[in-house]
């Protein structure tokens, strides 16, 4: 079992920044990778960027050259900055414990971050 504790969600203005945050209660890199996903009213949740434990990142297409996430094992934390927002980021985001194959990870209880005028 892994717990997860999301924070830095909130309100920003377009073309503004939010830096997220999510700690887990055991060694993040016990893991395959660590996840973020965003969740709009009436969408799929997506995901949005990965970070693995040797340290490769993949992103989704929407976010390149705005989001990074990274990672602090000491803290087993790990973080995404998001610049550049817009309104279509509008979401929940939550964080995955990605174990890697078929198996099921964990999920945090998702942070809301709305970008509105």
């Known amino acids: 079992q892994v717990e997860l504790v999301e924070s830095g969600g909130g309100l920003v203005q377009p073309g503004g920044s939010l830096k997220l945050s999510c700690t887990a209660s055991r060694s993040i890199v016990d893991f395959y990778a660590m996840d973020w996903y965003r969740q709009s009213p009436g969408k799929v949740r997506e995901l949005v960027a990965q970070?693995?434990?040797?340290?490769?990142?993949n992103y989704a297409d929407s976010v390149k050259g705005r989001f990074t996430i990274s990672g602090d094992n000491a803290e087993n934390t790990v973080y995404l900055q998001m610049n550049s927002l817009i309104p279509e980021d509008t979401a929940v985001y939550y964080c995955?414990?990605?174990?890697?194959?078929?198996?099921?990870?964990?999920w945090g209880q998702g942070t809301q971050v709305t970008v509105s005028s």
């Open positions: 995955h414990v990605n174990l890697g194959g078929l198996r099921v990870g964990y």
């Open positions: 970070i693995g434990n040797s340290g490769w990142t």
